[in-house]
């Protein structure tokens, strides 16, 4: 699509991307971080075909990729145009161990709040600027991150408590226009009670 052909030779002319030797199926380029918010931003408003739409951001974990030299992970955007029918085009930022951090894109996009907090469940790849990056599907006191190939998949881990989302649902709340007249407080369990129901 001609389209998207001028929009990755704009990505590579504005921000120093660069072709993904091993997509084969779509447009894809790298893209250094500190290059990541202001090429997203001139995806959605300035592209020859505008990105609207983002679809996903997927971590990826290299360590045990055949002849895979570089950083460790990844994390991949796939964007889609809502005006150009068939435009889409995806991102690929690497992220090093040592540097686990990406700048976050919740201020373009309303979909990647939620997106970021998976990655960041499942790899341990940072946001940084993310309004509330917490875990998203794995419970509040889980160690560690399941998707990283290192990650031991017998693993099992106790859970002690409920993840405290009143606070979420206080802000949401206020958002809409309601008054919280009293702030709840978090109720702890009683390990003794806790542990002598678990065993019924």
């Known amino acids: 699509m001609e389209s998207v052909e001028k929009i990755v030779s704009l990505l590579e002319e504005k921000f120093g991307a660069q072709r993904e030797s091993l997509a084969k199926w779509d447009a894809c380029v790298v893209i250094a971080k500190e290059n990541l918010h202001a090429a997203v931003k001139f995806l959605k408003n300035d592209a020859p075909a505008k990105m609207e739409m983002l679809l996903d951001a997927a971590g990826i974990d290299y360590l045990t990729y055949p002849n895979h030299e570089g950083p460790r992970f990844a994390v991949s955007y796939a964007f889609k145009s809502m005006s150009t029918v068939g435009a889409r085009v995806r991102l ?21 709040n939620w997106l970021e ?15 509330d990056l917490r875990r998203i599907l794995n419970h ?10 290192d990650y031991p998949a017998q693993k099992r881990q106790w859970l002690s408590t409920s993840d405290y989302l009143v606070p979420e649902l206080e802000k949401r709340l206020e958002s809409k226009g309601y008054k919280v007249i009293e702030r709840s407080e978090e109720i702890n369990p009683v390990d003794e009670e806790f542990l002598e129901g678990s065993r019924k």
Request: a negative charge; hydrophobic letters at 40%; one cysteine or more.
């Open 117 to 131: 907090r998976e990655v960041f469940d499942q790899f341990g790849i940072l946001f940084e600027g993310h309004p």
């Open 92 to 112: 690929k930022v690497l992220v090093s161990e040592a540097d686990l951090k990406v700048p976050t894109l919740t201020d373009l996009y309303a979909s990647a």
């Open 140 to 149: 509040c006191e889980f160690v560690g991150h399941p998707l990283r190939k």
